[in-house]
């Protein structure tokens, strides 16, 4: 088992920044894909970001440029630098880990997921 406890979400203005981090424990995590997701009211979840055990990542188009994922396997922890937000970055952003591909995470089908952190950014 692994859990995973998002952190880091609040308020900020558009054009801002915000870092969100993913605090995992339970089993190695450095042996882990993770990403990240969102969901906004009255939205369906969508994939934000992704990155494999070995660093290799892929994001969503919408935050291509902005939003940057990355891992501290020292400190079993992961993170998602978000920088000028927008918006419609406004949502419950969750963490998720899975010990196979990142494809599998990718399609939102990772066995482990966190409780979400609320994202609000303002105009």
């Known amino acids: 088992q692994v859990q995973l406890v998002e952190s880091g979400g609040g308020l900020a203005q558009a054009g801002g920044s915000l870092r969100l981090s993913c605090a995992a424990s339970?089993?190695?995590?450095?042996?882990?894909?993770m990403g990240w997701f969102r969901q906004a009211p009255g939205k369906e979840r969508e994939f934000v970001a992704g990155?494999?055990?070995?660093?290799?990542?892929t994001y969503a188009d919408s935050v291509k440029g902005r939003f940057t994922i990355s891992r501290d396997d020292a400190k079993n922890t992961g993170y998602l630098q978000m920088n000028s937000l927008k918006p419609e970055d406004t949502a419950v952003y969750y963490c998720?880990?899975?010990?196979?591909?990142?494809?599998?995470?990718?399609?939102?089908?990772?066995?482990?997921w966190g409780q979400g952190t609320q994202v609000t950014v303002s105009s």
């Open positions: 998720a880990a899975d010990g196979g591909r990142l494809a599998t995470v990718v399609a939102g089908r990772a066995d482990y």
């Open positions: 339970g089993r190695t995590f450095s042996s882990y894909a």
């Open positions: 990155i494999t055990w070995s660093g290799g990542s």
